[in-house]
């Protein structure tokens, strides 16, 4: 494998999978994509993640607030703008998996908390059967497969279904994702959940409703405590 892999990345150089430069070292970003992506760095809060605008440490005043919060940690790579679009959208309609690997790596990076922290089960947020099949692969999926290897964390792809059709989450907003999505997550092996640490995974985290919706019932499963980590996500 290792030697035919030595010959395609011969024929093939490795390039840019935001512009498709050729690159001369290994497959990622070429510099100038490189510093058109909103990494998101420290400081941020260190349980919502999201990053703060002065050098503060402690929750946020958002996280203060919540008493019971649903989330241990959450985390993303980048933020989603204009310049970092292209790279999830082209990931996710257009068949370009083979950047998988290297946005796995960026996640890796940001999710380092969740992973010091400890982490049992990766689960990535799955697709309806019918979106499965017009899509051919799960997005999510393939980032969770990445992620597992990098961290040497089981991913159990098969334990939470998505047993109800939903409209896409981008022709909605606010409360209406909520709706959305509501019920559309089932629990088919709780006894590989319970009293698991579980760290869920999807491309991008927009209001939140979609990873919420799934943890509900994650944690109805008596899973111990639920992280998520995405590659984008929507900030304000
Ligand atoms: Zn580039
Ligand atoms: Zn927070």
Redesign the pocket.
């Known amino acids: 494998m290792g030697f035919w892999k030595h010959i395609l990345d011969c024929l093939l150089p490795p390039?840019?999978?935001?512009?498709?430069?050729v690159?001369s070292g290994e497959q990622g970003?070429?510099?100038?994509?490189?510093n058109k992506i909103d990494f998101i760095g420290a400081p941020y809060c260190p349980r919502c993640g999201r990053p703060y605008e002065n050098a503060t440490q402690g929750l946020c005043g958002q996280c203060l607030k919540e008493k019971h919060p649903l989330f241990r940690m959450s985390r993303s790579a980048y933020r989603y703008t204009d310049a970092s679009k292209p790279l999830i959208l082209s990931f996710k309609f257009y068949d370009k998996t083979d950047n998988a690997p290297v946005l796995a790596q960026m996640m890796h990076r940001a999710g380092a908390d969740i992973f010091k922290a400890g982490v049992d089960v990766i689960v990535p947020i799955p697709l309806h059967f019918s979106r499965l099949l017009k899509r051919r692969y799960n997005q999510s999926a393939l980032l969770a497969r990445c992620l597992g290897k990098l961290s040497g964390v089981k991913v159990n792809y098969t334990s939470v279904l998505r047993h109800r059709h939903t409209r896409p989450q981008v022709e909605f907003s606010g409360h209406a994702r909520v709706k959305n999505v509501k019920d559309a997550f089932r629990v088919k092996h709780p006894e590989r959940i319970k009293g698991k640490r579980i760290l869920l995974i999807d491309d991008v985290m927009t209001t939140g409703s979609t990873l919420r919706e799934c943890a509900l019932v994650l944690k109805k499963a008596g899973a111990v405590s639920i992280d998520t980590l995405t590659v984008a996500r929507v900030l304000d």
């Open positions: 390039r840019c999978i935001a512009c498709g430069t690159l970003l070429c510099p100038d994509c490189f």
